[in-house]
């Protein structure tokens, strides 16, 4: 008898967990929260974005890097993040160019300059059409222009096809995922990242990681692009 209770305890507190696991994410293209999407600085959604069936869509003329100018951004702006686990799909035509935001604030010139970037990139496509080499910190995966991906056990699915990125977030270490594989792991606001701040790209950026939490961004970056299944939890 005993053990049949034991059992059966365990079963409501499996599904009782499972029941707050579920509740925990925060589906972010969900009708309940897709109107929360606006312009970085702005009102509204742009129009060439589209949020429909749990897919957000962007669709634009491509451009090459050399070609590039700034783009209509967006952040997800119901609430702020600090430590968090993000999931979501994405696939980019070829040669196209994206990034994944966080810690975002708003009131700034350059979304790049203040808040930390995935990347989202094709990268055998953007070298053949821009005759251009990549450096590992700006390809697929990266947490662009501070630390490069594991090219040892990245796998980047082609253009267009879906790949899936997971961040996770916290004061003790951050990882990048790439379809399924943990790609690269960083300790945020270390001695080693101020060091990579300082003799990198954002050496004269002010504000760049300077936020515990913030907002989640999108980036254009003159290319269309398609995310689905984006959701978040606090952790």
Not at 29 to 39: C, E, H, M, T, V
Not at 95 to 110: D, Q, R
Not at 120 to 127: F, S, T
Request: proline share 3%; with cysteine.
């Amino acid at each position: 008898m005993k053990k049949i209770l034991f059992i059966f305890f365990l079963t409501i507190l499996f599904k009782c967990s499972k029941t707050s696991e579920n509740k925990e994410w925060i589906f972010l293209f969900s009708d309940k929260n897709s109107s929360f999407w606006k312009a970085y600085n702005g009102d509204t959604l742009p129009k060439k974005w589209k949020i429909t069936n749990n897919l957000l869509t962007f669709d634009t003329d491509f451009k090459l890097e050399s070609e590039y100018t700034k783009g209509s951004d967006i952040v997800f702006s119901k609430e702020e993040f600090g430590n968090f686990e993000l999931y979501l799909e994405w696939k980019l035509p070829k040669g196209g160019n994206s990034g994944i935001f966080y810690h975002l604030k708003e009131g700034y010139e350059e979304i790049s300059e203040v808040a930390p970037e995935y990347q989202l990139l094709d990268d055998e496509g953007w070298e053949d059409l821009n005759n251009a080499k990549l450096s590992s910190w700006q390809k697929a995966g990266a947490d662009y222009a501070m630390h490069s991906p594991n090219a040892e056990n990245k796998i980047l699915n082609p253009s267009g096809e879906w790949n899936s990125t997971k961040i996770i977030f916290t004061k003790e270490k951050v990882e990048h995922w790439l379809n399924g594989q943990k790609i690269l792991s960083f300790v945020p606001w270390s001695e080693d990242w101020y060091e990579r701040k300082k003799k990198g790209k954002w050496k004269n950026s002010n504000f760049y990681g300077k936020f515990k939490t913030g907002y989640i961004g999108l980036q254009d970056h003159n290319s269309s692009i398609s995310f689905r299944n984006m959701k978040i939890r606090k952790l």
